[in-house]
């Protein structure tokens, strides 16, 4: 069980682990903590945004769309490896997802296969939105993979957690297949060797 760090905490953190961050307007009161809580806090999910163009993509993380209000997550990793702060608290990221996942997430133990969604992970998990079109053909680049692995250890460092408490969102609700072209156990070797 562990609250989530503040705000500032998570900008040092970022920052210490060499990170390029951007702050985004009032990002750390912008959240969606009106609707529910958030925390304890269990890991950290990655995503893919279906968009391209980095301006754009940071906005739409931000500000959400008709009929998902933002923000998306708390951070967003574009092309170049930056790292845009656009919330902090609970964000419209993970959606309903598998208790199962959320254990194994909890026990840092293999995944088992996710088959349904009736757990809020909303409330639960720190969430990246990375630039990609997610068609398996629009390319991840180095700076960005690197941001990937730096944030998601960042995150596990302040909270003692390992690798294992990085998933996609594949991982968490059926029928999601973000992130697409690369693989989480790829990611999760890189943030485990960081780690060590």
């Excluded at 210490?16 to 750390?28: A, Q």
Aim: charged share 25%; hydrophobic share 30%; with cysteine.
């Amino acid at each position: 069980m562990a609250p989530p760090m503040s705000a500032n905490r998570f900008l040092d953190l970022l920052k210490d682990e060499g990170v390029t961050v951007v702050e985004v307007g009032n990002w750390r009161e912008h959240n969606r903590n009106h609707v529910g809580p958030w925390g304890p806090v269990h890991g950290v999910m990655i995503h893919h945004t279906v968009t391209s163009g980095s301006e754009r993509t940071v906005e739409i993380c931000r500000d959400g769309y008709a009929g998902l209000p933002g923000p998306l997550c708390h951070g967003v990793i574009t092309k170049d490896g930056r790292v845009h702060l656009v919330g902090y608290g609970r964000s419209n990221h993970a959606g309903l997802g598998d208790d199962d996942v959320l254990r194994a997430v909890i026990a840092e133990k293999r995944l088992p296969p996710d088959n349904e969604a009736n757990t809020d992970g909303n409330r639960h998990f720190y969430g990246f939105e990375c630039e990609n079109l997610g068609d398996g053909e629009d390319p991840w680049t180095d700076e960005q993979l690197d941001a990937i692995e730096r944030v998601s250890a960042a995150v596990c460092r302040h909270h003692g957690w390992t690798e294992r408490s990085v998933i996609g969102h594949l991982e968490w609700q059926p029928g999601k297949i973000d992130p697409k072209g690369f693989t989480m156990d790829s990611m999760r070797e890189r943030i485990g060797e960081r780690l060590k």
